[in-house]
């Protein structure tokens, strides 16, 4: 029995993990890139810094599903 309980406790971690590289998908590289195309922006950015944003927040979102991933490789069978 405890084995079915830290199965659910390890994908329920790896859950977490795996929203969170979706939102920092959506919040950092979806939402700026249809603010720039839709002209939704208040503010002038640069077009480096719209860049370099989205390369960190696109690198942070890979490596928390990466750790989502490792995370289940913690199963009990």
């Known amino acids: 029995m405890t084995d079915l309980i830290d199965n659910e406790r390890t994908k329920l971690l790896a ?40 390369v960190i927040w696109l690198f942070a979102a890979i490596a928390l599903h990466l750790i989502a991933r490792v995370v289940l490789r913690d199963l009990v069978s």
Request: charged share 10%; net charge negative.
């Open 15 to 54: 859950n977490a993990f795996d929203r969170a590289s979706t939102a920092c998908l959506t919040v950092g590289v979806l939402a700026p890139l249809a603010a720039v195309i839709y002209n939704l922006s208040g503010t002038h950015l640069d077009g480096w810094v719209l860049v370099v944003g989205t």
